[in-house]
């Protein structure tokens, strides 16, 4: 399937009619006989072209290190918007990789926008406000066991102007990473990628967004994270909006180089049928963190979206067993002890 | 580990002891040498009985099928009760089969039980209510394609006079089925024992609690239940607690004849690598269901029970391919148009 060259609506938000219509082109034609193609000026339209150009990036990335190529399905929603879903499955690296961009644009109820902007706004039952929300998700699940899961999510929300209140706007995202042996030296380089973003921006955030990480990815009823943390960001809306948007830019552009050289260096580790069957024990506890807790999944599957694109995150297989025991002394107990102490790990 | 005779509290809710206390022996040691054990009276005592009982028979009627046997864990809870959870595991027949019993006494938050009650009762805002809970629940994954999954679930629960509103309780339950494939003779055998339980007690209650576990084990994202149903019944109080218990022993001593003849039909049937890839995937919307819906679960994960014995009903291995497509006339496809229109498949 083709995807379209925006997920915009036509004359509302895409990037370069919007453009053209608000502002004189920069140079004349006469002037200049090749002027740039005229700039996105709307978040939206910059957003979606931002998450598109990580979506080309990062699978071309996978599909170097595997030699197998994504297939794409383009979507479209009812209510307005759609997507582009790419998935590589049985590669020869990963058995799971899956990139989704979703641009989706309709109405929320009221009560939900009072609460999320806190103010005490009097609305009637039935109002509904109009939103905005573009990003993109990824899971990638590689066969070997010495080689981790990476999870990654860019997102951007807005309501337009309502009842006399301006557009609110929101950004969310961040990358983690799911390893299933501690190996020190790959954490601190993935961390140490993510931290150099982070003090571009701002020399708090790493610290900030890794404690809030190892939070979210909390897997309540076992008392362990999901995997090894990474950066995660909710809601932030704090400071400029070209502030956010360029840290959130600069966060995605860092994912292949945070994630891909780890998976190169372990590929084709030899592992042994335990090590498998512990692999899959940890694929169990993902699928258990992203049904019970992933807010974005849950939120997913309750509203309707498209659960294709949704449950891509799950692993191809994963597996539980009855009080499964590890060596006390070995490999898989150092990492329960990691994921049920995450703010002891400092790996930068 | 070695099960205590009974998980109840001693002096308190044992049923051999009030059975002592509340009345005189019904025979002289005299006039009878070998008087028997004196019945327990209270409906904790009886109800702990029944499904140890039931899981004493279930467990020996998979033992005799596969050739293995159960391993046992005896568990107390720090709040008061505890259980039994018997489980084998990567057996001859079953991947993973587990029966567990559970003895649950503490207080509730007085909010929910006024909830429950359904009742303006007035109170503090930090009452607690004093509650008794026991429940066998069970979960039985067959290795081969053609045999069905198997879950059933009883219980009884019970508050104690509170704030001069007599004890409340209910009984809940039901026995279930899912298997891969439609194989009608085995679905008219299994809803056929339990549409004959049901007639019994009441030639009200087949239909309307296969409707019910229809609507219950809806995954509402897929638009498709879990299996092809059985029966469920929650919240019943409606008539004398005697009759109800009558049903919930009648329905729980049936559990073997309306299952294991259909294992044991099937447990040598060939199968190929695609059938069992199906049956996988099958696996992965029981894990959908057991996480995102299963209230039984949630609640469990959610309030602090024994997670080796809540999640003892995940199956052994499964799997999630992206937009997973089956031969459009082929059997599979059968399956997922009886699982999409539940209330149509009228078996008996």
């Known amino acids: 399937e083709t995807a379209p060259d925006s997920l915009l609506r036509p004359g509302i938000d895409d990037p370069n009619r919007q453009a053209s219509q608000q502002q004189p082109p920069p140079y004349s034609s006469l002037a200049c ?58 590669g020869n690296v990963w058995e799971k990789a899956g990139v989704a961009v979703s641009v989706v644009y309709g109405t929320m109820p009221a009560e939900a926008y009072r609460v999320a902007v806190g103010k005490d706004i009097p609305f009637a039952k039935d109002d509904r406000v109009p939103f905005f929300a573009a990003g993109i998700s990824s899971v ?14 860019y997102r951007y929300f807005e309501t337009e102007d309502w009842k ?8 969310g995202g961040g990358t983690d990473i799911t390893p299933n042996y501690i190996v020190e030296e790959d954490m601190r380089h993935f961390h140490g990628v993510y931290k150099a973003v982070c003090d571009r921006h701002d020399p708090t955030w790493y610290d900030k967004m890794k404690g809030d990480c190892d939070d979210y990815f909390m897997i309540a009823h076992r008392g362990e994270t999901r995997g090894l943390g990474g950066i995660i960001y909710e809601d932030l809306n704090d400071r400029d909006k070209e502030e956010i948007f360029a840290f959130a830019t600069d966060a995605a552009n860092h994912i292949v180089e945070a994630y891909v050289p780890i998976v190169k260096k372990h590929k084709t580790d030899p592992y042994s049928p335990r090590q498998k ?18 807010r974005g999944t849950i939120f997913g599957l309750k509203t309707g979206g498209r659960i294709e694109s949704i449950l891509m ?21 150092k990492f329960l002890d990691a994921v049920r102490n995450p703010k002891e790990q400092q790996w930068v």
Chains 1, 2 share one sequence.
């Open 33 to 90: 006989p090749n002027p740039p193609a005229p700039r996105p000026r709307s978040m939206r339209g910059r957003f979606e072209k931002m998450i598109r150009g990580i979506q080309k990036q990062v699978c071309a990335a996978i599909e170097e290190v595997d030699g197998n190529t994504f297939r794409q399905d383009a979507w479209t929603r009812p209510g307005g918007g759609g997507g582009i879903t790419r998935v590589m499955q049985e």
């Open 140 to 153: 990638m699940h590689p066969w070997n066991p010495h080689c981790p899961t990476m999870h990654f999510n």
């Open 164 to 171: 006399g209140i301006p557009g609110q706007w929101w950004f």
């Open 277 to 294: 069957e512990w692999q899959q024990i940890r694929r169990g506890r993902y699928t258990e963190f992203n049904l019970v807790y992933d």
């Open 313 to 333: 995150s799950l692993p191809l297989t994963a597996s539980w067993r009855y009080d499964y025991q590890v060596d006390p002394q070995g490999p898989e107990q």
